[in-house]
């Protein structure tokens, strides 16, 4: 039996960085690999709106989103409920809960808009990934391949990105976790100890959530272990066929 994946990258990203994990999944899954700039991203609510039109013209089985894109899944599983899909969330913040917090992560990431208009994107890119989650892709071998298709990146459209969808802005959904989590599968790398954390804190406030760890990852997941996250994905599907 066939079955339909629809796969969101994260900041910076494209499609092209599902590549990895569309070489290890079965031929018979289809993917729809999203980039972010067809779902404009205004903001956050405006992004999933676009993925839920996207959805009801070509339904899916299962959604899967790494990092922002794991978010837009988010809010889409959190503000919808008339799309029987199940979200596989990679490296997904739940969203921040603390006004200080939202306010120092919304100035943060308006700073950052900024300079990537003032410095260009490839200065920002070489800023962004010395930040101490991406300390295992830099010794990764797809790292340099990586960085070179996102150099010649939308400046623009991330500048905007990275301001309008903020967490800092953003709705955070720990609150509606009970209810979605039956919805939600996530999934982190080990060495992403932010969350990995944020996951196990998850899983306390919704014991039923499905969690999963990856040993040897850290926060870039589709890149680093996409082997892994392809079976993950296969796995999924098979969970929801039963």
Do not use: K
């Not at 790292?143 to 905007?160: I, T």
């Amino acid at each position: 039996m066939s079955a339909r994946v629809t796969l969101l990258h994260g900041f910076l990203g494209s499609p092209a960085d599902w590549a990895d994990v569309l070489a290890h999944l079965a031929p018979n899954i289809a993917c729809d690999c999203v980039s972010l700039e067809e779902l404009n991203c205004a903001s956050i609510a405006a992004a999933a709106l676009a993925l839920e039109q996207r959805l009801q013209a070509r339904p899916s089985d299962l959604v899967v989103g790494y990092s922002m894109g794991g978010r837009i899944a988010l809010e889409l599983a959190a503000t919808r409920d008339t799309l029987p899909t199940h979200s596989l969330l990679l490296s997904t913040s739940l969203g921040i809960s603390d006004q200080r917090e939202r306010l120092q992560r919304r100035d943060e990431d308006l700073e950052r808009s900024r300079a990537i208009g003032r410095d260009g994107l490839e200065a920002f890119l070489q800023s962004w990934y010395h930040l101490p989650m991406f300390s295992s892709l830099r010794a990764n071998a797809a790292f340099e391949s990586m960085l070179a298709r996102r150099s010649v990146g939308n400046a623009a459209f991330w500048a905007d990105c990275v301001r309008n969808c903020s967490p800092g802005i953003a709705q955070s959904h720990w609150d509606l976790l009970p209810s979605i989590a039956p919805h939600l599968t996530l999934v982190a790398g080990a060495n992403d100890e932010r969350y990995a954390l944020m996951n196990v804190a998850a899983q306390r406030v919704a014991p039923v959530i499905a969690v999963h760890t990856i040993e040897g990852a850290g926060h870039a997941l589709p890149l680093e272990a996409s082997a892994r996250v392809a079976q993950l994905i296969e796995q999924q599907l098979h969970t929801l066929r039963r």
